[in-house]
């Protein structure tokens, strides 16, 4: 049961990942064919960033009501029907309106497994979990650009990867069973509600939560401006640049892949330091005045590298760091922030695209990376309880 139950929680991370990189990668032609500014493709991230900032801090009590295996099976759904109601929109503002539905399925599956795979499995179960996430949002802009270079339209992208969705909702719903078998919390700890100020009282809190925006500030908006960068700019085909999005997704998937065969011995600290330093390293091949695409693509798989570790290492460090009994307020809140991330940074670079040079591109990037190292390297030093980040 152990083994089964584990491999429907990979499988949920899938479809977690399934939708996150398609408006990127679609975005060039859906913009045309809506006939809208380049910059409205944040407008969408912000609806469905803020609907999961909503569901993450929320997500606390309706998983001690209905439980982790209830909330996933939902909130899958809930991204499935958006996915086919994007798949049908011919305007921007239905799917503004469809965005709703997208954003709020993703938050509370999201801090639901984080938490539960941190309370129950070791660190490499955790780094092969967003490993599977990768998996999801690799194959979709695959799925985008075979749909996009066969005429297809992007409507049939979002239609096969809501298919795909589907089938993954009904897996988690025959799978209910199986974590009744398993408690939500950890050696009969009773989990605690704390709200945000109670949070940011706890020592070391703002300065994860601070990583946490950065962090998905950074892979948002590498992830949905990657393929206007490589149009835009490089003078990729959109077909092509849908493809090459998925780069960054290749290599993040890659790295924690590898990085669940190494987090056990080395600790989550040294993985996320080494994680950092390789993002910063392939944002400056990206931003190399190079005339051949091949240092640049190679550079978006070097941010995906790097990225790889971090985040599932700070999430996997929250029940030692700060109590099992507030980890998942915790971890809602952590994903709220990093949300917020998420929801404003994208949108900002957008407008920054359109009204000063899109190839500001990589220095947008190495903003975030430079917050992330210094906040980082500050827990490292002693702000927050022993054992952050020790190896579990």
Known sequence: ??????????????????????????WPVMRMDLDVPISYAGIISMIMCAGTIASSLSADRVIRKFGTGVVTAFSVALTMVALFGFSASNSFIKLCLWAVPYGLGAGAVDAALNNYVALHYSS??????????????TISPNIMGVCLS?????????????????????????????????????????????????????????????????????????????SSYLVGYRGVHPETAAMFTALFYIGETIGRFLNGFVADKYGDRKMIRVGIIGMIIGIVMVILPIKTDIV???????????????????????????????????????MASAYVGSTFMPPLFGLIAQFINIALYPVYLAVFAVVMLVMTEKLKNGTVPKGYCSTQ
């Open 296 to 334: 640049s693509l190679a550079g978006l798989v070097v941010i995906g590298l790097g990225a790889a570790p971090v985040y599932p290492c700070i999430i996997h460090s929250t029940p030692t760091n700060f109590g099992e009994e507030n980890s998942q307020s915790l971890v809602g809140i952590q």
């Open 124 to 137: 490499r179960h955790m780094s092969w979990l967003h490993a599977f996430w990768g998996v999801g949002v």
């Open 1 to 26: 049961m152990y083994s089964l139950l584990l491999a429907v929680i990979y499988l949920a991370f899938i479809s977690l990942g399934l939708p996150d990189s398609l408006l990127g990668s679609a």
């Open 150 to 226: 066969n005429n297809l339209g992007w409507s049939s992208g979002y239609r096969m990867v809501g298919i795909l969705q589907a089938v993954l909702v009904a897996i988690l719903i025959f799978s209910l069973p199986l974590w009744k078998k398993k408690s939500d919390s950890s050696d009969g700890v009773k989990p605690k509600v704390l709200s945000i100020a109670q949070a940011l009282k706890i020592k070391g809190v703002p300065h994860i939560l601070v990583a946490f925006f950065g962090f998905c500030a950074l892979e948002a908006t590498a992830g949905l401006w990657a």
